[in-house]
């Protein structure tokens, strides 16, 4: 039987256009349908206006480091509507770029809502498509269901499109999101109050970041509300009401939703073939990324694995390299590094020293707390911490946990050393470059504990 297309791809984020992109390299006949701007959450509403807001709040840092340098600047002030015109910009010439891209690799890009109409089926308004393999790429969107009131506060792709910013804010939530905003918006003169149910932000990460990653925020000047999610938000006129558990009122004249994402899965028809959504709304797949429906693949936030730019990519890259390439391939998602970009930002690639420890491993734990040489110049108080985690039988260095200046540019280096099987020996041989922050982590000779003690 033949198909309109070889590949129809739903959602021209990072990861669809990757997966579009490589199967026609490999030949296939492929359209990408999209809804929304050409790009996706990373590119339009995400990662990329996120960091050039994280950028402009480094600057109000660097500015007020410079004095300590000898630079006499004068009063500066920040205006958030020149900003926001120069990411509408931005964003817009990203788009036009992706746009350029589909086209330059022969990918009709069909744009409106797509909605599966059984198997091989996919309708778009009007247009009724068919297609040999179809992949997910739908991506995810903020969740607004998760405290009674919250649905209509600003989530993060507001808070983006903000063309001055609020006196104060209060923010829900103590994840990616919640952490890299409260960081930025403090850096901007907002007063931020953080309010999250655990008793440190970041659950999951490694808890000596966890600490120091509340103690950096504090130091920003963030008020943080540990142990408190809001049973309720109300509006009322210009300003939010949060209600905590104690029936006690915070208002704030904005209210960030920062309490997760959920995958773009809802009608989009997938029940026409037989998909059965997990609890998250996620659409399972297996290692293949092949979901119950045959010919039918997810990728991406879709299906709430990592929700992380680049292993959407890779798995797009994988899927259409299998699909229409010369052999099948897997992605390797056993060491996957990640960066909260907060002020100083944190990086982490392996498990934490908890999960290692839980899953019966014994462990040389190497520290470095230091004030990095910038900021000691200055009499600064920000600090610098590094963590290797490793294994005391083999010697093989199974994770890196930092947080200070340059931790992503540094983290995504030694997860190749991680990735290569490093051992500590060889962190040990390599010769340090000095004067960098970096060199730290060459530079670790005794363990500071070894765990479990044994
Ligand atoms: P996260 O899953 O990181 O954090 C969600 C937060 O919301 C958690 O603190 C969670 O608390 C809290 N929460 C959830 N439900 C409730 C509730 N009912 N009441 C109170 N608090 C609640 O989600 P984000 O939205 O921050 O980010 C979504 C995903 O996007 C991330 O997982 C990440 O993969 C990706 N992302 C990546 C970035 C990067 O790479 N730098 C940047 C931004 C996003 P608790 O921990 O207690 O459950």
Same mark, same amino acid.
């Given at each position: 039987m033949t198909h309109d297309f070889d590949l129809v791809v739903i959602g021209a984020g990072s990861g669809g256009v990757a997966a579009s992109r490589?199967?026609?390299?490999?030949?296939?006949?492929?359209?990408?349908?999209?809804?929304?701007?050409?790009?996706?959450?990373?590119?339009?509403?995400?990662?990329?206006?996120?960091?050039?807001?994280?950028?402009?709040?480094?600057?109000?840092?660097?500015?007020?480091?410079?004095?300590?340098?000898?630079?006499?600047?004068?009063?500066?002030?920040?205006q958030m509507s020149r900003w926001a015109d120069a990411k509408t910009a931005e964003t817009q010439r990203l788009e036009h770029i992706y746009r350029q891209l589909l086209a330059g690799s022969k990918v009709e890009l069909i744009e409106g809502h797509a909605k599966v109409d059984g198997p091989n089926r996919v309708r778009v308004g009007e247009r009724l498509i068919s297609a040999k393999h179809l992949l997910i790429a739908s991506g995810a969107a903020a969740v607004r269901?998760?405290?009674?009131?919250?649905?209509?506060?600003?989530?993060?792709?507001?808070?983006?499109?903000?063309?001055?910013?609020?006196?104060?804010?209060?923010?829900?939530?103590?994840? %990616?999101?919640?952490?890299?905003?409260?960081?930025i918006l403090a850096r901007l003169g907002v007063k931020v109050s953080l309010f999250y149910r655990a008793h440190l932000p970041l659950r999951g990460f490694d808890e000596d970041l966890r600490t120091r990653a509340a103690a950096a925020l504090q130091a920003a000047g963030v008020k943080l509300h540990p142990g408190m999610a809001p049973r309720q938000v109300q509006r009322g006129g210009d300003h939010w009401l949060l209600f905590d558990a104690d029936e006690r009122m915070h208002e704030f004249p904005f209210v960030l939703n920062a309490t997760g994402r959920r995958p773009n899965t809802q009608g989009l028809g997938l029940d026409t073939l037989g998909i059965v959504l997990d609890d998250a709304g996620a659409v399972p797949v297996n290692t293949k990324l092949h979901t119950s429906a045959a010919g039918v693949y997810a990728i991406g936030d879709?299906?709430?694995?990592?929700?992380?730019?680049?292993?959407?990519?890779?798995?797009?890259?994988?899927?259409?390299?299998?699909? %229409?390439?010369?052999a099948p391939r897997e992605v390797d998602l056993s060491l996957v590094a990640s960066a909260v970009f907060m002020l100083p930002p944190l990086a982490t690639v392996g498990p934490t020293e908890a999960d290692l420890i839980a899953a019966g491993r014994k462990l040389k734990v190497f520290e470095a707390d230091f004030r990095p040489m910038r900021q000691a110049f200055i009499d600064g108080a920000e600090r610098c911490y590094m963590k290797l985690l490793v294994d005391a039988d083999t010697d093989k260095v199974l994770a890196v946990h930092m947080l200070g200046a340059d931790a992503p540019e540094i983290v995504q280096s030694l997860a190749v050393a991680l990735s290569a099987g490093a051992t500590k020996a060889m962190f040990d041989r390599t010769i340090a470059m000095h004067p960098t922050a970096a060199e730290e982590f060459v530079l670790m000779r005794e363990a500071t504990r070894i765990n479990p003690a044994g």
């Open positions: 490589r199967a026609a390299a490999h030949g296939a006949k492929v359209a990408v349908i999209e809804g929304s701007r050409v790009g996706g959450t990373c590119v339009i509403r995400g990662c990329v206006p996120k960091k050039l807001l994280m950028y402009a709040a480094q600057y109000g840092d660097g500015l007020h480091e410079a004095a300590g340098y000898g630079w006499d600047l004068g009063e500066a002030r920040f269901d998760s405290i009674p009131g919250i649905e209509d506060c600003p989530t993060s792709d507001d808070l983006l499109d903000l063309r001055s910013l609020p006196a104060k804010a209060g923010i829900v939530g103590s994840g %990616f999101i919640a952490l890299e905003f409260a960081s879709v299906t709430n694995k990592w929700n992380l730019t680049p292993v959407a990519i890779a798995e797009g890259r994988a899927l259409a390299d299998s699909l %229409f390439g010369p």
